[in-house]
Structure formats: structure tokens, C-alpha cells
């Protein structure tokens, strides 16, 4: 039997070829960030059987514990992707500097950044966790590569997507022209796409954000959580559901399917900080789905993740 199902690759070679939507450099790319999202998820699938799990005993620039599969997940980004000649520099929250492609191989015209697996404080209970990643290109006008050349904004990016590894490993996908999923056939070792053109619903009545921080946020943010605590009686006239997994890439890929509201506010706890998500890393990819923000009906204000002059957002929100 002929199998006619498209592989990741051959998708990205028609986007190439037929569409024109991106060059050959970026495809290959994709091709080695998905090869390596991959072998994550094999690591992931392991669990306690791959002698991965559990604290690595040190702590991330940003202050958070490791685990043993955070620095995994960020080797292996960086081994796939270092060699091919197509990146100049990649940037990881897990690494507190940028990680610029050695003298001994090729150097290109891109940039990678990456969240290597986000949710990993959920790992050891068996909950979706993911990869987040985002691709721009390198400035001109100057030998090197700096630290100030991945500060751009979240609308110079040329690629960007996140992979799930849940029931299913799933990768989402977009070159600026739309969006896809892809399910990873264990069997054949292939992303497979399962979804073209993806659009959230127009109708929602979800909503994601930690609940147990609400007497830390700002007088808003209360507000607004509690018109939809106040379902149909309340001023917003309808019933709504709470979701709330703490794995952002689940909790937005359920909204960005679903539809509704993913938030995750400023709080007085911490004042000095901007917000809660990390721009480059996790709200601009995120937040770049062709889907995101795209239906007529909101359940809150879209996300003003727009700008490369923070690391975070205050609002921290992505609505659908």
C-alpha cells in the first residue's frame, strides 16, 4: 500500500519549492531542530528507565532548578544544531550567555534561541512538558555575532514553533505562512503532518492561569478572572471553564487549539520583574502561531509580546 501520508520534510521542500515561502538553509535547519526535538522526546518517553529524571542539583540563569533532562534537552539542541553550517549562534534560557557556533565548523546566516523543554518542574509526574524554539536572522553590518543581535522583535522572526511531548509528541510549525502540527510516527521515526492551516475556535470558554496567585495580582487582572468566575450572571454572560497544568507549552497549545485565554500575570511578589514569560524564549515564538490571536471573539486583550527591549512581558497573556 502506497503510503501518501507528508512527512515534515517533504512539507518543508514544497514550502521551499512550490510557495517560495523559505530558502534551502532554513529548511535543512527546521529538519535538524525536529531531528533533535526527536530524540527528546525518546529521552522524555524513557522516564525513570532512562536514568534521566529527577534534580541535577544546580540552577538555570534564571534562578529555577534544574532537572536532568533540562540540560539534556539543551545538549542536544545544541550537538544537532552546532555542526550543519547553517547557524551562527544560538541563545538557550538554560545558558546564561549566547552559544556562538565553534571556528571549527561552518557558520550561516541564523540564529536559533530555545526554551530546551519547558515545564520540566513537571516531569516526574508524567505531564506534558515541550521545546520551544524561534529562529531569526543574523543582523548584517557586522563581523560576529553579539548579544544584542538575537534582541529583535517577535515580527523578524522567519520561523518559529514548540513540540509537545505528551500522549502523542506533537510538533507545530510556521514559516511565516500559516501554521501545521505534526505527529511523530514512532513506527516509521517521521513527523507526520496531521493539520494544515490551523485556526482556533472562534467560540471559547476556557481560561489558564494559577489560580492560587490571585491575591498577588494586580486589580485588573482580579477583575477580569472574576467577571469569568461570575459565568453567566456576571457582566461577560456566559459560563466559563479554568484550566491550569503549569507547562506553559501545554497550557497554550491547548488554548491555541481550543481557543480561549493562557495568562500568566505580574505579580507584587516579585515587582521588579517585567513579567512572568520570557519574551525571546517563550512569548514571540509562541505568540508567532498564525493562529494565535485570530479569533474574532476574544476572551481577553491579545498579548503585547511584541518587542525584543525586555526579556518578559507584563501582561504575559496569549489569547486565541
Known amino acids: 500500500m502506497v503510503d501518501h501520508r507528508i512527512s515534515l520534510t517533504r512539507y518543508l521542500v514544497e514550502q521551499q519549492r512550490v510557495h517560495g515561502h523559505i530558502p ?27 536514568d534521566a529524571m529527577g534534580s541535577a542539583g544546580s540552577e538555570n540563569v534564571q534562578g529555577e532548578m534544574q532537572k536532568k533532562l533540562d540540560i539534556i534537552a539543551n545538549e542536544t539542541l545544541i550537538e544537532a544544531n552546532e555542526w550543519g553550517g547553517h547557524l551562527a549562534a544560538m541563545a538557550s534560557e538554560e545558558m546564561e550567555g549566547i552559544y556562538i557556533v565553534p571556528n ?54 522567519v520561523a518559529a514553533g514548540y513540540c ?36 482556533t475556535s472562534e467560540d471559547t470558554q476556557e481560561f489558564a492561569i494559577n489560580m492560587s496567585n490571585m491575591r498577588h495580582w494586580d486589580a485588573p487582572v482580579r477583575r477580569y478572572i472574576d467577571e469569568c468566575l461570575a459565568g453567566a450572571e456576571g457582566p461577560r454572560g456566559k459560563n ?14 491547548r ?46 486583550p491579545p498579548p503585547t509580546a511584541g518587542s525584543a527591549s525586555s526579556t518578559s512581558s507584563r501582561a504575559s497573556c496569549m489569547s486565541a
Not at 471553564?241 to 497550557?251: G, K, P, Q, T
Not at 505579580?267 to 474574532?296: F, I, Q, V
Open 164 to 199: 509537545v511531548y505528551g500522549p502523542q509528541t506533537t510538533l507545530v510549525l510556521t514559516v511565516g505562512d500559516g501554521g501545521a502540527m505534526f505527529t511523530l510516527d514512532r513506527e516509521q521515526g517521521s513527523f507526520i503532518l496531521t493539520r494544515e492551516n490551523v485556526r
Open 24 to 50: 534551502s538553509e532554513l529548511r535543512l535547519l527546521l529538519e535538524v531542530v525536529a531531528r533533535a526535538c526527536k530524540r527528546i522526546s525518546y529521552a522524555v518517553n524513557k522516564g525513570e528507565l532512562g
Open 255 to 300: 488554548i491555541l487549539t481550543r481557543g480561549g485565554v493562557f495568562m500568566y500575570p505580574w505579580d507584587k511578589r516579585e515587582p521588579h520583574k517585567p513579567g512572568k514569560l520570557r519574551l525571546m524564549y517563550e512569548a514571540n515564538p509562541m505568540g508567532s502561531t498564525p493562529w494565535a490571536g485570530s479569533s474574532s471573539r476574544r476572551a481577553a
Open 240 to 253: 466559563f471553564n479554568m484550566r491550569w497544568i503549569a507547562s506553559m507549552v501545554s497550557d497554550v497549545h
Open 104 to 157: 571549527r565548523y561552518p557558520q550561516g546566516e541564523y540564529l536559533l534561541m530555545f526554551d530546551p523543554l519547558d515545564g520540566s518542574s513537571n516531569i516526574d509526574v508524567n505531564v506534558s512538558i515541550g521545546t520551544i524554539f524561534s529562529v531569526l536572522r543574523k543582523p548584517e553590518g557586522h563581523p560576529g555575532v553579539h548579544d544584542a543581535d538575537f534582541l529583535q522583535p517577535g515580527n523578524r522572526q
